[in-house]
């Protein structure tokens, strides 16, 4: 059993910042692919960023050039930096990650989620 705990969600005018941060615990071995997805009131959950193992990250098009993922493989956390935000931010973000146990069976968990509210 795998479990991620996030943090930083809030509320922020249009333009501000905010940092979340994904931290995993438990029986993890390795986590591979550590990602941020978000769902919007009404919406489907929806990819925001994904950074493997190696580090190579992709972002949707949504969040390119404002938003940065990145991961502390020492503390199993992950990050997601979010800069000049916009009300369409607006969601509840949940981290999710990939990996496999130590008998080397694979795995994929999500955390409880954390809400982002940014007003206009």
């Known amino acids: 059993q795998v479990r991620l705990v996030e943090s930083g969600g809030g509320l922020v005018q249009a333009g501000g910042t905010l940092r979340l941060s994904c931290a995993a615990s438990?029986?993890?071995?390795?986590?591979?692919?550590m990602g941020w997805y978000r769902q919007a009131p009404g919406k489907e959950r929806e990819l925001v960023a994904v950074?493997?193992?190696?580090?190579?990250?992709n972002y949707a098009d949504s969040v390119k050039g404002r938003f940065t993922i990145s991961r502390d493989d020492a503390e199993n956390t992950v990050y997601l930096q979010m800069n000049s935000l916009k009300p369409e931010d607006t969601a509840v973000y949940y981290c999710?990650?990939?990996?496999?146990?130590?008998?080397?069976?694979?795995?994929?968990?999500w955390g409880q989620g954390t809400q982002v509210t940014v007003s206009s």
């Open positions: 438990g029986n993890i071995f390795r986590i591979n692919h």
């Open positions: 999710n990650a990939e990996g496999v146990d130590p008998g080397l069976a694979r795995y994929e968990y």
């Open positions: 950074i493997t193992g190696g580090g190579r990250t």
